[in-house]
């Protein structure tokens, strides 16, 4: 365009009805040559441009698989009441995320009722991190003070941390609050026998406030990171006062599925190229073991050696004499005329004196 108009610009000039054939000439096939340049160009970042939005397009349609129906159960929310526990599972995620409308909306939408004293909880805890997020400390102060024995019995240091929190506020202050800073470190006298060395660190900041505590050796206290810290210690202690999870159960869920999703569906090719079609035939038991990570452990769980399963309510670890562990489903195969011989070690006993263990 920028070509064609300093064409037009050039006729201008020059005039047409005296300009020179071959000025004419040599203009136009100037223009031409740059035109010609500049959709080569174009047509150059083009091709790579497609080339990676190409390449993206396979890359999905070769991690994707929009077929899962094969690694999930059948029929599994089919069930009116599977559903309302789906429901309130997601409602409780919302409430967690501090989405309340939208909450709300789905409660009315799916019929799902919401007791209010499951609702408040979550309500004072998003109340309480959106202030600690704007840097106001008082909610979550006076909600330590009303639960400091409760959190001293989970051994908690959230009321000690906060007030230090507030106590570097003031310093960052300046020299103005320095009086405030000083009659505030009252607060810290419950918390003298096991944070002292911390209380010490405060108060010997107080030297240069005069100076500033970002240009002295206590610059350290004046670190932003400290706010996330702080917001991380109150989720987890209030989930533990209220007995709750820190992590949202339907995240979590989630994030697992994730994870093991492709792992399923890589089993599932194979057992179709091998024809192994007996080999994962109940739909609620995964057929080899999926690690999600550390990250995911929740409680111990004990697989028989033996019989390569998982322990249950049904299928309980039991411990024998000699001290070896299996499953009772192997200890009944193993057993033989009333005898049972250990598959670890050659001592034989008796099947009734194992014992059943909880881990």
Known sequence: ASSIAIFHHTLSTLGVQDTDLSVLHQTMAQCCKEIKETVQMLASRHKD????????????????????????????????????????????????QGMLSVAEDLCQESGVVIDMSMKQPFLELNRILEALRTQDLRPALEWAVTNRQRLLDLNSTLEFKLHRLYFISLLNGGISKQQEALQYARHFQ????????????????????????ENSPYRSLLETDQWAEICNIFTRDACALLGLSVESPLSVSFASGCMALPVLMNIKQVIEQRQCSGVWTHKDELPIEIDLGKKCWYHSVFACPILRQQTSESNPPMKLICGHVISRDALNKLTNAGKLKCPYCPMEQNPSDAKQIFF
């Open 190 to 213: 419950p918390f003298a026998s096991q944070h002292q060395r911390d209380i010490q660190i405060l108060m010997g900041s107080l030297v240069y406030l005069r100076h500033g505590i």
């Open 49 to 96: 441009i497609h080339g990676s939005v190409s390449k993206v397009g396979k890359a999905i349609d070769r991690n994707f698989d929009a077929e899962v129906s094969a690694v999930v159960a059948e029929n599994v929310w089919d069930s009116p009441e599977r559903q309302k526990y789906l429901s309130e599972t997601i409602v409780e995620h919302l409430y967690r």
